[in-house]
């Protein structure tokens, strides 16, 4: 993406509305089966179409859910085996993990459920996968000046889909519906990678990713201590000292705290500080993150309790780095799906109202904060 912009435009055909998780509900048989190795599971399913019947011959594919399709090792954990007459399907081998199984019939319909497999020497029985007509994502980098040489390509994350990116930009992939990670490789000279979700909804589906480059990354202290006093002063903070808010390491902005200042706003230019490793924003009067947090790639802490929070950004579930998060005692009635994608040391949700979870996220929280089912506001 040249001079710092890029949208892209995915059409979503005939897509189905909301996620299919193998663990809602999991059925699990203690003490192995016939024929496996002591440690891994073996995993059965079964494919059918939207009026239960059995679909016989669909390819299923099981994969990590961080696996990014042509850059394995040879390391990584992949079974492929295709459904039977009756729809069913067995996946051998399948040490403890996290995975995304995917079911694929005739190339235009499908189905991808995340799964996790959580106890060795098992047999685990999988909900039915039910194959639905895909969703067809077609974009543009739009980027000023055409690609140069090289591998452009974008990547499903967590799936065996891949599709070049041409010299202009363009691109068309197709992919279950539902929240899909997209990897892009080799369009920004500053960064190999690029990851993003969306989620694919029937109909056209815009997403705009001019937030990540609207303006650039810092390149100095200069500039983030800059970013830092503009978000004072654009909260009426005049007199609070730039210095007294920021730690500085390395001659760059590492910690931002702005705790019980009476925040209104965190503006999205806060993401130019690109190397904030904490982010205190709590005890103050937000009613949303930033937009573009996901550009802090490099954050560790992030501390955003006593707000007045409604919704997180799905974008945060790309912060890969992440490991603390607090958002108690906010306003939050759900969450986005991909937060179960970060792998947190410590997690905060106490005093929201989040009563109606699905079962997979439940899960991810449960293994994170064992208490926060009594901490929720729930009538």
């Known amino acids: 993406m040249k001079n710092n912009k890029g949208i892209f435009t995915a059409f979503a055909a005939w897509a189905v509305i909301g996620a299919l998780h193998c663990t809602a509900p999991v059925q699990v048989v203690e003490g192995g089966a016939s024929g496996t190795d002591v440690g891994i599971c073996m995993v059965h399913g079964e494919v059918i179409d939207s009026l239960d019947r059995p679909v016989a011959g669909s390819t299923v594919r099981l994969r990590p859910f961080d696996y990014v399709a042509g850059r394995d090792t040879g390391s990584v954990i992949k079974r492929d085996c295709s459904s039977g007459a009756d729809g069913r399907f067995v996946l051998e081998n399948v040490p403890a993990g996290r995975y995304v199984v995917e079911c694929i019939y005739a190339d235009s319909f499908g189905e991808a459920s995340e799964c996790v497999i959580d106890s060795l020497d098992t047999i685990t029985f999988l909900p039915p996968a039910v ?8 974009g543009t980098t739009m980027g000023e000046q055409p690609l140069g040489e090289g591998d452009h390509s974008i990547q499903v994350i967590g799936l065996e889909r891949t599709a070049p990116i041409d010299s202009s930009g363009n691109f068309r992939l197709l992919a279950p519906a539902g929240w899909c990670r997209l990897n892009l490789h080799g369009i920004d000279p500053d960064r ?10 029937s109909g056209p589906n815009e997403m705009d990713r001019h937030h990540e480059h609207a303006t650039p990354p810092c390149d100095s202290l200069a500039c983030e201590l800059a970013v830092v006093r503009e978000l004072l002063d654009s909260n009426g903070l005049q007199s609070v000292p730039t210095e007294s808010v920021v730690t500085v390491a390395e001659n760059r902005v590492v910690e931002l705290r702005l705790r019980g200042l009476g925040i209104r706003a965190v503006p999205e230019s806060v993401c130019r500080i690109t ?3 904490v982010l205190d924003i709590g005890d103050n009067a937000l009613r949303e993150l930033p937009r573009g947090i996901d550009r802090l790639r490099r954050l560790v802490e992030l501390v955003a309790d006593s707000n007045a929070l409604r919704e997180i950004p799905a974008s945060i579930g790309m912060i890969d780095s992440l490991r603390t998060l607090d958002l108690s005692f906010n306003q939050l009635l759900s969450l986005p799906e991909p937060i179960t994608y970060l792998s947190l040391d410590y997690l905060d949700l106490e005093g929201n109202m989040l009563c109606n979870l699905g079962e997979f996220t439940r899960k991810w929280i449960d293994a994170h904060d064992q208490d926060w089912k009594e901490g929720q506001n729930c009538r």
């Open 192 to 201: 190999s990678d690029i990851d993003t979700v969306v989620y694919l909804r």
């Open 275 to 277: 190397r904030l490793r």
């Open 131 to 138: 194959v639905r007509p895909m969703a067809l994502i077609v």
